[in-house]
């Protein structure tokens, strides 16, 4: 339901763009967004689109990480400049009918990604 491509590694200051194709039904979920799950930590939610296009983000990727949904194309994008090497994990779309996007309420994972930043 949720094929992402994108990612990779890249040196700390760099940039890289995810993106996450869903099928038709899938994309008009309520919420859409992208988590990130680091070795030894718990997945968590950085960035979520609504249906409306209203975005937010984690405190740790305000301001260098841009969500994005491309209509035409079911698509759902994650633009990240300026990359850190805590940025470091595994990088998940993620979709819910719930009002709400956290690990509780996803309906539909993607595959992951991983991102790799060295310093």
């Known amino acids: 339901q949720l094929v992402q491509s994108g990612g990779g590694s890249v040196q700390a200051g760099g940039s890289l763009r995810l993106s996450c194709v869903a099928s038709?039904?899938?994309?008009?979920?309520?919420?859409m967004g992208w988590f990130r799950q680091a070795p030894g930590k718990e997945r968590e939610g950085i960035a979520s689109?609504?249906?409306?296009?209203?975005?937010s983000y984690a405190d740790s990727v305000k301001g260098r990480f841009t969500i994005s949904k491309d209509n035409a194309k079911n698509t759902l994008h994650l633009q990240m400049d300026s990359l850190k090497p805590e940025d470091t994990a595994m990088y998940y779309c993620?979709?819910?009918?719930?009002?709400?996007?956290?690990?509780?309420?996803?309906?539909?994972w993607g595959q992951g990604t991983q991102v790799t930043v060295s310093s």
């Open positions: 993620a979709s819910t009918w719930e009002r709400y996007i956290h690990t509780g309420t996803v309906n539909y």
């Open positions: 038709g039904d899938v994309f008009g979920s309520t919420v």
């Open positions: 689109i609504e249906r409306d296009g209203t975005t």
